[in-house]
Each structure stands twice: as structure tokens, then as C-alpha cells.
């Protein structure tokens, strides 16, 4: 089976930058992704990770370790829209589960002024 | 294009009634899922669909049933609603055939939220 694990809440303030971790435990890794969630809204796309390193993409960066199964999301400049659940997803390879991710519980993050 | 798009937005059921939701994709998407999102539960995948005429079970099938007869459409049915089924509903696509891991990312609907009382 698959193990997806991040902190269930977060908070911090505006301007500040915050981590959000995901361990995973999950046979035929093949890649790991974050979605952002607003409420009562769909999750929307906000990286993804398959190599080790760190990816960047404006305020969000996105880390891998796939030796560790540990990815983190990074958001810098904190903002008040960026108060929302952050999902973590890994994607596994071929057999009867490829296409599937399996996500996370997500992490509520709150941003304060 | 307009994505992903769901119908309907919002449903309400008495037990043991029936309804089928729909999902549509523009984006010649092979793959299409159907989840549940519950409070604290996260996105539990119900049954998804590898290509045109094919379905499989996700983790939580039970109570539902789905068919892809068209590759844009993938339709959800509840033929005896039960109150447990009271939740919001997302669809999602993806590229899925290219075989780089990448074309997994999934495009999700806005949603539907039924409650069945």
C-alpha cells in the first residue's frame, strides 16, 4: 500500500515563509506532486517533483529526496491568499496503478497579517 | 477551453434514491477519476478510467458504480444513496498515455456537493 504523511495544520504570518513536509512510504515511486486547495474549491496544480533536488517556481519551491521519501513545499513572501490546504501526491509506476496518485490528507495552512 | 466541468454543482437526496453525476473534459484526456473529499479524510479515490470503455476500482467503490462510453465523459452513479454517500464529489483528468510520470498531473472539476438525508 502507499503511506502519505504531512502535518494536519500550519500557520504563520504574512511575509514570512513556511515549510510543509510529506513523507511517503509507496512501492514503484515514480514521481510526487503538490496541489494547492482553496475552500470550497478544487485542488489546482502546483509542482511536481521526480529527480532529488529542489524545484523553483516563483514564491513555491518544491524539495524531493526520494532516498528519504521526503519532499517538502517551501512558500516564501507569505500572502494572505496563500491560506489554503497544500496536498502532497506521489504517482507510483505501471502495473494496475499507473495513473493513480495517492494523496496526503493535506496540510491547512493559515496565514495571519 | 473550459477544463474539467461537473454537473451538478449540488444535489440534495433522501436515502435510497438514485442519481447519476457527470464529469466532461475538453482536453482529449485519456485517464478520468472520480474522488470523494470528506472532512479530515483527504481525496479518497473512487473508480477511474484508463481510456474509453474501461473502469477500475479505487479504494472506496463501494455504493457506486461508473461508465466511460464517451472518452470526455465519465459518469458517477449512486443507485441507493445512503447518508454515509453525503460528501463533495471532484472529477479529475489526465494525459496519462505518454509514459513520462509527468503526465499524470491531474486537472480536477470545481465539484459537486450532495447530501443525501
Known amino acids: 500500500g502507499q503511506n502519505i504523511d504531512q502535518p494536519t495544520e500550519m500557520t504563520a504570518t504574512e511575509g514570512a515563509i513556511v515549510q510543509i513536509n510529506c513523507t511517503y512510504q509507496?512501492?514503484?515511486?515514480?514521481?510526487l506532486f503538490w496541489y494547492q486547495q482553496h475552500a470550497g474549491e478544487a485542488p489546482t496544480f502546483l509542482s511536481y517533483?521526480?529527480?532529488?533536488g529542489l524545484e523553483e517556481k516563483g514564491r513555491f519551491s518544491s524539495f524531493l529526496s526520494r532516498s528519504k521519501g521526503y519532499s517538502y513545499l517551501l512558500l516564501k513572501e507569505l500572502q494572505m491568499k496563500d491560506s489554503a490546504s497544500y496536498l502532497c501526491?506521489?504517482?507510483?509506476?505501471?502495473?494496475?496503478?499507473?495513473?493513480?496518485?495517492?494523496f496526503g490528507r493535506g496540510t491547512q495552512l493559515t496565514v495571519w497579517p | 477551453n473550459a477544463g474539467v466541468t461537473q454537473t451538478p454543482k449540488f444535489r440534495v437526496l433522501k436515502t435510497g434514491q438514485s442519481m447519476t453525476l457527470l464529469c466532461a473534459q475538453d482536453?482529449?484526456?485519456?485517464?478520468m477519476y472520480w474522488y470523494r473529499q470528506d472532512p479530515g479524510m483527504g481525496l479518497r479515490l473512487i473508480h477511474y478510467?484508463?481510456?474509453?470503455?474501461?473502469?477500475a476500482k479505487g479504494e472506496v467503490p463501494d455504493g457506486y458504480n461508473v461508465s466511460r462510453l464517451k472518452k470526455q465523459n465519465f459518469l458517477l452513479g449512486l443507485e441507493s444513496a445512503a447518508p454515509s454517500q453525503t460528501s463533495v464529489y471532484f472529477c479529475?483528468?489526465?494525459?496519462?498515455?505518454?509514459?513520462?510520470?509527468?503526465?499524470?498531473?491531474?486537472?480536477f472539476g470545481p465539484g459537486t456537493r450532495l447530501t443525501v438525508t
Open positions: 501526491a506521489v504517482t507510483t509506476r505501471g502495473g494496475s496503478t499507473l495513473g493513480r496518485l495517492y
Open positions: 517533483n521526480v529527480l532529488d
Open positions: 482536453m482529449n484526456h485519456e485517464y
Open positions: 509507496t512501492s514503484g515511486f515514480n514521481g
Open positions: 479529475a483528468s489526465s494525459y496519462g498515455t505518454s509514459g513520462r510520470s509527468s503526465s499524470y498531473e491531474q486537472y
Open positions: 478510467s484508463v481510456g474509453e470503455g474501461t473502469t
